[in-house]
T-cell receptor, first 112, second 113 residues
Framework: ETGVTQSPTHLIKTRGQQVTLRCSSQ?????VSWYQQALGQGPQFIFQ???????GRGNFPPRFSGLQFPNYSSELNVNALELDDSALYLC???????????FGSGTRLTVV | QQQVKQSPQSLIVQKGGISIINCAYE??????FPWYQQFPGKGPALLIA?????SEKKEGRFTISFNKSAKQFSLHIMDSQPGDSATYFC????????????FGQGTRLTINP
């Protein structure tokens, strides 16, 4: 049984660019959530996908968007990157109805 | 108020000692309280969790104490070991269309050998 895998592990982008981060959920998990963890802070909820639909969102602007695919993998897209978007982006998967999240190791995004 | 306040920010404990991390919350809609452990370069990993109708839960060297009336909960690590050195996050779950985790700010724990 594999856990949650995220790619890439590190990424450097220029302000104003767009970025796509990818996540493969743990086997048997159909719900994917994304979190942003700034340096020295706790993770902040971005949004959650269940059955390919966004079913909840945190305080993040619309330039943060996502997708979930039929195999439950997911993408996080961020448009018009800002310096403050520099953070560790974490994907967490769970079985629908369960709060037992499994986190991936994250993608470290640096915006310069 | 969707915040979970965590203290201290950093903690140094001698090997074999007891590490104690405290958290407080305001929102009574929170319905589950997990603790996560995070090592550098890794995502958070679930350590132990408690429901608000339980006052204490113990798993090995890790114990959660929960005070519903005070809206406070704490993690105790007994016989702390150097391998316990990590960042610890308390969290609370709330359902708002989706089940969200609200994290505290984290405590960097260092266990000196």
């Amino acid at each position: 049984e594999t856990g949650v895998t995220q790619s890439p592990t590190h990424l450097i982008k220029t302000r104003g660019q767009q970025v796509t981060l990818r996540c493969s959920s743990q086997s048997g998990h159909n719900t994917v959530s994304w979190y942003q963890q700034a340096l020295g802070q706790g993770p902040q909820f971005i949004f959650q996908y269940y059955r390919e639909e966004e079913n909840g969102r945190g305080n993040f602007p619309p330039r943060f968007s996502g997708l979930q695919f039929p195999n439950y993998s997911s993408e996080l897209n961020v448009n018009a990157l800002e310096l403050d978007d520099s953070a560790l982006y974490l994907c967490a998967s769970s079985a629908g109805g369960s709060w037992g999240y499994t986190f991936g190791s994250g993608t470290r995004l640096t915006v310069v | 108020q969707q915040q979970v306040k965590q203290s201290p920010q950093s903690l140094i404990v001698q090997k074999g000692g007891i590490s104690i991390i405290n958290c407080a919350y305001e929102n009574t809609a929170f319905d589950y309280f997990p603790w996560y452990q995070q090592f550098p370069g890794k995502g958070p990993a679930l350590l132990i969790a408690i429901r608000p109708d339980v006052s204490e839960k113990k798993e090995g060297r890790f114990t959660i104490s929960f005070n519903k009336s005070a809206k406070q909960f704490s993690l105790h690590i007994m016989d702390s070991q150097p391998g316990d050195s990590a960042t610890y996050f308390c969290a609370a779950t709330i359902f708002q269309g989706a089940q969200k985790l609200v994290f505290g700010q984290g405590t960097r724990l260092t266990i000196n050998p």
